[in-house]
């Protein structure tokens, strides 16, 4: 069985991976190290799936302003890329309230929840 990409295929016996694992250390710290070893895998697999949704999320804006919000040189659309993060999302927020004027972008606002649009700012924000 696979699960965040961590095998955790249980034992003849019944016993969990970890858990097994976890058994042979006595010592407290040990124990605590291991658990916390679990806790960083577990979290990293964890980022690695919200990185994945939010290239999707960020996906449907490359059309208009580029991969990863580059826009080609010349574009008339604004590179999203670099921006910092409060100002895109106080346009992404206007757009959606409507308080900023838009062609395009008061629609598309809309369609994304409010921690969405937070985690495209953050998102194109971080591109270099
Ligand atoms: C169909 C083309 C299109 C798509 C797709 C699109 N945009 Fe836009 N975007 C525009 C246009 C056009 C503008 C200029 C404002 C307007 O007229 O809507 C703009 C402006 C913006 C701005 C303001 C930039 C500035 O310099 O103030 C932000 C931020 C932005 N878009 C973010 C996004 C995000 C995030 C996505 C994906 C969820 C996205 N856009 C998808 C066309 C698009």
Redesign the pocket.
């Known amino acids: 069985m696979k699960t965040y990409g961590v095998d955790v295929g249980w034992d003849a016996g019944g016993t969990p991976p970890f858990r097994r694992m976890v058994g042979c250390l006595r010592h407290p710290t040990l124990r605590t190290a291991a658990a916390s070893i679990a806790l960083i895998i577990a979290s990293s697999a964890h980022g690695q799936q919200e990185t994945l949704y939010v290239r999707t999320?960020a996906a449907?804006?490359a059309?208009?302003?580029g991969t990863d919000g580059h826009a080609a040189s010349g574009a008339a659309?604004?590179s999203?890329a670099g921006m910092p993060r409060e100002l895109?999302l106080a346009?992404?927020q206007a757009f959606k309230a409507g308080t900023r004027p838009?062609?395009?972008?008061q629609q598309?606002a809309r369609g994304?929840s409010d921690p969405q649009l937070e985690q495209?700012a953050a998102w194109?924000a971080a591109q270099h």
């Open positions: 999320l449907n804006c059309q208009c302003h659309l604004p999203l895109l346009q992404l838009s062609t395009i972008m598309l994304y495209l194109f």
